[in-house]
């Protein structure tokens, strides 16, 4: 006992000097260059993980081309006041303006241009995340590659200079690493909830926790703006803003339905003045379970063999026995077991949900994963459209195997509510009409 003991103290005092020494970096890294002088995470990637080539030229996403195509003339970028290239860039990678979120609390390369009057805007699609400050002259991007998970850009956002794309590693993995560029760390996207426990004093915060959709509402969107309706669900975004202290929520300003933020702050830089509620949740559980497949990737990259076996069944028990925790959460995170529920109905504003809806695929029914359902949890149907992404497909077969034979036993066995049965038959049968390599994989199934 006194051994765990002391291992939990030590873990709590490694995590604690992690986080000083991330946000100190974050200071000094945000006034520095884009262009880096060393490259300490590359070599601890390429170490830690010699299956994986981190380091290696990425073509497994939609950024690393853009300068190609740009080259080429196949696309172009326009610069325009006040957002400079944004607008275009957004277009170029396909991803919706009403996508916008903002978040003040500085946990960023950005950090001296960020402020509860300037927040940080974030806009994303199902694999790329672009964030834009006001007074900047660089852009963040973040996108999944497909076998290397997060990889990290700049983009310069001056007028009248070509438009450079750069690659980042320690200036971004200072904090986007789950070892804090110690060996055997993972890249990861970072969202993080920091409350401010005082109106007038913004930079006092509570300790940041990451956000998943396993998390209570009322624990999350510290740092963020959020706008929409939540009905009587109370959080800890949108401060600080002025208004009556609300007992329920620690006397924290609370604000949990705004249609807008005009009149709050000035938003004419924006392209909208919302920050979607919807979005946020889709984001929450995107980033989660992107996170958890980037590490079961890498968990497996260690383990000899395991990209090459076709069938679950034919990896020795020790690799199993190593693979499985982390696959077991994934599962979880893809099915929604661990999501927290709603209490009531949610309701964006910015047009968010009906774009996402758009991108489907839906079955002859016109049924979709995407569909949302808003009120008892955030989608109808109870399987992440994320199944269908680039970073799943890209997993090792037998990993594969693993997930999908889990997938179908829990949602085989009767749950006790025929209401919860019905909706993971439906998932089953949408899933089976829309992606043809899990059709395929059940068909060899023993019947």
Known sequence: ???????????????????????????????????????????????????????????GNPVADLPGRLQRGEVTLSWKAPRGYLDSLLEVLQISPASQVLVFSRTSLQAPYISPATPRAIYFNDHTYVAWVQGSQHMEVLTIDSRRGPIFFTIHNVPGKPLALERESLRCMACHDSAALQPGGIPRVLLLSSPVEAQANPPSRTRPVEVTHAMAIEDRWGGWFVTGSLGAQLHVGNLPLAGIPDPAVRNIHNRSNLAGLQGYIDATPYITDKSDVVALLVLEHQVYVQNLITRVRYEAAAQEGTTQAQRWSALPARQQAALQPSLDQLVMALTFRDERRLL????????????????????????????????????????????????????????????????????????????????????????????????????????
């Open 1 to 59: 006992m006194l051994r765990d003991y002391v291992y939990t103290w030590m873990n709590v005092q490694i995590r604690v000097v992690a986080q000083l020494a991330c946000a100190a970096m974050l200071a000094w890294m945000s006034a520095t260059p884009a262009t880096e002088p060393f490259a300490i995470a590359p070599v601890i990637y390429d170490r830690s993980w010699p299956g994986i080539g981190y380091t290696a030229g990425v073509t």
């Open 344 to 447: 009531g109905s949610v309701r964006g504003g910015a047009g968010f949900e009906a774009h996402f809806t758009a991108r489907g695929p839906a079955d002859a029914e016109g049924r979709s994963l995407r569909d949302f359902d808003l009120r008892r949890r955030i989608f109808r149907h109870p399987l992440s459209y994320l199944l269908y992404s680039a970073q799943f497909d890209d997993l090792p077969p037998a990993l594969r195997d693993y997930i999908y034979g889990s997938i179908v036993g829990s949602f085989g066995a009767p749950s006790g509510d025929a209401a919860l049965d019905a909706e993971r038959g439906a998932a089953l049968q949408i899933l089976a009409a829309t992606k043809p390599a899990f059709a395929a994989w059940q068909r060899l199934q023993p019947q």
